[in-house]
């Protein structure tokens, strides 16, 4: 079904190398969607501008999986939209399966699109980059309720802290902990750092 060696490993600092090269770690002080303030900032869809990057980084996944869970625990590929889907589709590719997406409707996701799951259909979910697990969990929900079966998650990049409780294996190419900081007591702002707001930080910017 796949060749094992084109499947290369990468370590976590190979993998750090890569993020930095596409400008996926943003320097400054933001606002997060939580409302907390950080010094940094992950925007990981730079990555995946560069197809060849992709593929390595999904190549590497996909062989750290098969290693986990082996090659015939799953028999197709589920990501979240956005950010599950070409990671997702770079890990289907690597081990010869085919990948589908669920996406967002309303506070919920779901499988559209014609794509078939079958009852008890036992699928990889991958997701580009993991903090509380939501964007993967509602993927888990929409993919059960088409009658398939998570077998386990793989991401690019761990930021749960070992916190997510998915239910399934958690399969990571590296673990990353970017510290946050309250806005009442954040250094950032004590040096009188402007804060950016990352959602706005999306277009006409290289
Ligand atoms: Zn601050």
Known sequence: MHDKDSLAPMTADEVL???RDSDVLMEGHFLLTSGRHSDRFMQTSRVWQHPERAARLGQALAGKVIGRVGGDAFRSVIG???GGIILGYE???ALGLRAIYAEKEGDRM???????VSS???FLVVEDALTTGGSVRRAIEALQAAGGVPVAVATAVD??????NLG???ISL???????????DCPLCREGLPLQRPKALSSGRP
Not at 174 to 184: G, N, T, V
């Open 17 to 19: 190398q890569v993020l």
């Open 110 to 116: 779901v499988i559209k699109r014609g794509f078939q």
């Open 174 to 184: 590296m673990e990353l902990d970017i510290p946050s900081y309250s806005p009442d």
């Open 168 to 170: 399934v294996p958690l």
């Open 159 to 164: 930021r749960s802290g070992g916190h997510a």
């Open 80 to 82: 979240p939209a956005m």
């Open 91 to 93: 890990v289907a590719r």
């Open 120 to 122: 008890g259909e036992p």
